[in-house]
Each structure stands twice: as C-alpha cells, then as structure tokens.
C-alpha cells in the first residue's frame, strides 16, 4: 500500500491515508515522500471527500473508514486491481511469485534490468536499496511486480496475483503459509494453479525444479516452463556451488538437449543456497529478454539487496546486529544458514518474534525446531496475539526451548523486548552475531539493543 501510494504520488495525484501500525522501513518511505499517514482509523478521515479511496487487504467490516465509504457510496478500489489498470496494462508484466524470496528476486530482477537500460516499472514489498525505493513508475515497456497470493481485499477474495496480468513469472517454491486465508497447502496450490492459467501461450513460466510442490501444480500450464534449480533434472542447473566472505559463487549448466552453450559462472554478493536459486530465475528471465551475461554480472556485483533481508543494523563492540524479515521456517532456516556462512567461527544468536498468522501456530513446530539447529543460542518470545488463537491451535514455545536444550542448544523465552535486550546486554561479547527475526516492528528492539550494547 506504501509502495502504491509513492507511485501515485509520482504521477502527480494527492495522496493521504489511515494505518495504525506503521514501522521501518515503510514509515521513513512515506515520510521521505511527503504522504501523510494518520494514525488510526475515523470517518473524518475521509474529510475532504476523496476523489478515489485504495483499501487494503487488513481492513474488513467494521472499520469505521469501511463503513463510512460503503454508506456514503465512495468510489473504492483495491491495491491489486488499481495497479492493474493504472500501471501494468498496456506493458509487459513480469510477476515473482512463491512463498519465500519474492522480495529479494524481484528487486534483483529490476536492478539487472535497469542496468540493462529497460528502466522498469516496478512494485517490491520491500525498499530495494539500489533505487532507495520499493516501487518505482518506470518509462520502460516492462513493469515488475511481486506477486504476493495473499487475498486482493474484504470484497475480493481473490489472491493478489491474479490481478497482474502476468507475462513472464518466476514461482520460487511453495508452502503452505497464509493460514488465516487458505485452510490447506491444496488450497494454495490451487491459487498459484489459477495464476498459471493466466500467462499468454507466448509467455514463459519460470520454476523451481527441485520443489515437488511447484512441480505439482506445473501441469496447469498452457505457456512454455523453463525448471531451474540444483538437481539433475532441471532445465537450468546451478553447479559448482562456492561461499567466500564475499558472497556465493555458481555455474549454471543448461541440461536441454539442443543447447551447446558452455557453462556461465556467475558471482553473487548474496548468501546462500536459496539466493542462488533467487538468481537463477532472475538470470533465465534476463537472458529471455535479450539481457547479456556480462550485464547481469554487472548488476549482481552492485546489487545491494533490500532493507530487512539480512540487514546488518549496525555493530557495536565487535557485536552485529542484523534486521530480517523471516517469519517461516524454511525462510528462518535458509537465513541462519546463511548468515552462518557470512559469519563463520562467530557465535549466532537468533531472536525470533512469532507473529505471523502462521507462524503462531503448532502446525509448523517441528520445522520451526528444526530451523534452528545451526543457531547457537535461540530466544523467542511470547507469540503475537495469542487470545486470538484457540489452545488447542497455539505454537508451544516451552516445546520448542526443551527440543533445542536437547540438543544442546541454549534457548530462552522472554515475554517482553526489555528482557531480551537486557538479557544479550549481559550475555553478548565482541564477535557475536545478534540474528533477530520479525515480519513486525518488534518494538524497534534493533535500534534499542544497539543503543545498550
């Protein structure tokens, strides 16, 4: 909705709106921009009457904004649905979709394609540093969105993808997650079945390889599929696969049969295995676009990855404190890995809020233990909204810190931040690694914990 916004703004329109929690890094963004965000939601906030009101998918019955402009017949439109129209239509659309790393891909793709000089349009979820912004309303015959399957709004149940008439798409993987929208990992696949039967027989899909899921769900597809991944069986191998301090290193094999071309290494000054995964539908889609290898280099030596992503926040005494906004456990597990692989021999302490819809829940315990076997020291805290959750349903953080004692790994619970922070006060010395983890403000325990060390 920030992103939307800014680029409104930049077409010359007025721009205000409602939130009642609004935090780093979308916060600065707007402020950066001159858009005014009032805290909390009244129908006077609709004073003067607006010209067009965008209402996001938080919102439902019973927001006060809501029902004022149902009653007073206020023209109305989603996020997605306004994109469409205002944005996408007319150019080609490139969507990155998949439970993890959309943010990531998809502002690697518009950087390759900006230093390729398509000057792309683009919305991310996230502020890509190389533009200092997370959308941007591009002059170019392409426009980039990530394509997120959460629901479109209170009056469109829809998954937010299936509005962007999509060309060419990267789908990354697929779990279940979303669990206050989809009852059932079938479900989501049924809505990423949906998106592919979207894409022009022109078009072009490209997919994860080694995800049974997204295997699963490839036979909906009427365009051409280009598999990319680290198996054997992918069109697009990524081979020889090096980590260095200043990043990964990879071949990419090309297994189709007609193709002669010698293996491209490619550098990247990002970590880890799921980031080569992220580059290889990035550098699939770039080389279908008449982009050159030299040029995606080019542009994977000066990307500088997005706020929230493994975002080294500062360091203190020898102490670094990375942000991330990883909330599942496969993205927590792929992100200890790598931060371990930036930082080896130092000690990892991971911090995680649950507050998620998903990750709040035991649906997801085992693997959220599991997730956490290369940390060195876990502590968690008490999940977000709790008395929203029945019992029966709630992640049981106690489990969690007696399967990691087990194991010989030291975990710890504090309800509130101020005892996190005085906790890694006394605990922490010079050449730890702090890794805390939040799809949510976390009380800006990051600025607070540098401030105390």
């Not at 007319?90 to 394609?113: D, M, P, Q, Y």
């Not at 010698?262 to 550098?267: A, H, P, R, V, Y």
């Not at 290889?280 to 000066?302: C, E, H, P």
């Not at 959220?368 to 049981?396: G, N, W």
Request: glycine fraction near 6%; charge should be negative.
């Amino acid at each position: 909705m920030a992103s939307l916004a800014v680029l409104l703004k930049q077409r010359g329109h007025h721009i205000c709106g409602s939130d009642e929690n609004i935090y780093h890094p979308m916060s600065e963004f707007l402020s950066q921009n001159n858009i005014t965000v009032k805290s909390g939601y009244d129908a006077k906030n609709l004073e003067p009457v607006p010209d067009l009101v965008v209402i996001g998918n938080a919102l439902s019955r019973g927001n006060p904004e809501v029902e004022a402009i149902l009653e007073s017949k206020l023209p109305y439109i989603s996020m997605a649905e306004l994109l469409k129209e205002y944005f996408i239509r007319g150019k080609t659309s490139l969507v990155v979709t998949g439970t993890h790393g959309k943010t990531t891909t998809t502002s690697l793709l518009a950087w390759v394609f900006e230093i390729a000089g398509k000057k792309p349009g683009f919305m991310i979820g996230g502020i890509a540093e190389n533009f200092g912004a997370s959308c941007l309303d591009g002059s170019g015959n392409c426009f980039i969105t990530e394509g997120d399957e959460y629901d479109t709004a209170f009056f469109d149940k829809r998954s937010k993808f299936l509005h962007y008439l999509p060309d060419q798409l990267i789908l990354n993987n697929l779990e279940f997650d979303h669990a206050d929208i989809f009852d059932s990992l079938a479900e989501i696949k049924n809505a990423f079945r949906l998106l592919l039967r979207l894409i022009p027989r022109e078009g072009l899909i490209v997919a994860n390889g080694d995800d049974e899921n997204v295997k699963s769900v490839l036979e909906s597809s009427f365009s051409p599929v280009i598999k990319f991944g680290l198996g054997k069986s992918c069109d697009m191998q990524a081979v020889n696969l090096r980590s260095s301090e200043a990043g990964m290193s990879f071949e990419i094999l090309d297994n189709r049969a007609e193709s002669s071309t010698q293996n491209q290494e490619f550098e990247l000054n990002l970590f880890g295995t799921y980031n080569v995964r992220n580059a290889l539908g990035v550098i699939i889609l770039a080389r279908y676009n008449g982009i050159a290898d030299k040029t995606i280099q080019s542009a994977f030596d000066s990307f500088q990855s997005v706020r929230r992503r493994q975002e080294l926040r500062g360091e203190v005494n020898g102490i670094a404190v990375y942000d991330d906004f990883a909330h599942h456990p496969t993205a927590i597990r792929e992100t200890v890995t790598a931060i371990k692989q930036k930082h080896p021999g130092r000690r990892l302490i991971t911090v995680f809020e649950p507050r998620s819809n998903t990750s709040v829940l035991k649906i997801h315990q085992d693997a959220l233990i599991d997730s956490f076997k290369k940390a060195d020291e876990v502590i968690l805290t008490t999940p977000h909204r709790l008395e929203l959750t029945p019992l029966e349903q709630q992640l049981e953080v106690r489990e969690v810190l007696k399967s990691l004692t087990k194991i010989k790994i030291p975990a710890y619970e504090f309800p509130q931040v101020e005892g996190i922070i005085k906790h890694l006060k006394l605990n922490c010395r010079s050449g730890d690694v702090v890794l805390i983890m939040s799809n949510g403000k976390f009380d800006n325990i990051h600025q607070r914990l540098l401030e105390e060390l």
